[in-house]
T-cell receptor, first 115, second 113 residues
Framework: AQSVSQHNHHVILSEAASLELGCNYS??????LFWYVQYPGQHLQLLLK??????LVKGIKGFEAEFIKSKFSFNLRKPSVQWSDTAEYFC?????????????FGGGTRVLVKP | DGGITQSPKYLFRKEGQNVTLSCEQN?????MYWYRQDPGQGLRLIYY???????QKGDIAEGYSVSREKKESFPLTVTSAQKNPTAFYLC????????????FGPGTRLTVL
């Protein structure tokens, strides 16, 4: 069975600092990769996704993620965070051979950006 | 506006009672999903349905039941057999296929007293 690990449960940083959130998955086959974000009081929404092609993908609000196949990683980055980036971030993986387009989620990382 | 609605937003029940959570989508999506969110554990899949009148167990289906009688509706029943039902429940849908993202509803927070 596939699993997804997010290394940091909580991250606290100041505005303008750079952010990197780690995500590793365990599955040997072809995968689709996602980062979702849950802002306080809001729906879970898609931040970015990787299906194929350029391993560096850009998402909304200045976020990007890099897929490194050899490391089974899909880390999320933002060069300069804002207070409005305070949220919980979830990495998710869809194994293409799995039935039902099921997603396996990591445990989430709560990010607090201090103004 | 297309989207997914879940009701109610907050739900309180006494221990031993069954409770049904509503999920409706008007996105014309084929597949629907129920997740449970607990602090530090991310989202865990309870049940999913790829087509009307068909559904499959997810990773933590024990103590839950679902139905899919209509394309737009996928209600989840939390039964008294669920040992730890207090959680945040999220419903999602997707158009189907492996290259489509899942869209999420606002969630229902269930508290069992």
């Amino acid at each position: 069975a596939q699993s997804v690990s997010q290394h940091n449960h909580h991250v606290i940083l100041s505005e303008a600092a750079s952010l990197e959130l780690g995500c590793n998955y365990s599955y040997g086959g072809t995968v689709n990769l996602f980062w979702y974000v849950q802002y306080p009081g809001q729906h879970l929404q898609l931040l970015l996704k990787y299906f194929s092609g350029d391993p560096l993908v850009k998402g909304i609000k200045g976020f990007e993620a890099e897929f490194i196949k050899s490391k089974f990683s899909f880390n999320l980055r933002k060069p300069s965070v804002q207070w409005s980036d305070t949220a919980e971030y979830f990495c998710a993986v869809n194994a293409l051979r799995a039935a039902g387009n099921k997603l396996t989620f990591g445990g989430g990382t709560r990010v607090l950006v201090k103004p | 506006d297309g989207g997914i609605t879940q009701s109610p937003k907050y739900l309180f029940r006494k221990e031993g009672q069954n409770v049904t959570l509503s999920c409706e989508q008007n996105l014309n999506h084929d597949a629907m999903y129920w997740y449970r969110q607990d602090p530090g554990q991310g989202l865990r899949l309870i049940y999913y349905s790829q087509i009307v009148n068909d559904f499959q167990k997810g990773d933590i289906a024990e103590g839950y039941s679902v139905s899919r009688e209509k394309k737009e509706s996928f209600p989840l029943t939390v039964t008294s057999a669920q040992k730890n039902p207090t959680a945040f429940y999220l419903c999602a849908s997707t158009a189907g296929g492996s290259y489509n993202e899942q869209f999420f509803g606002p969630g229902t927070r269930l508290t069992v007293l």
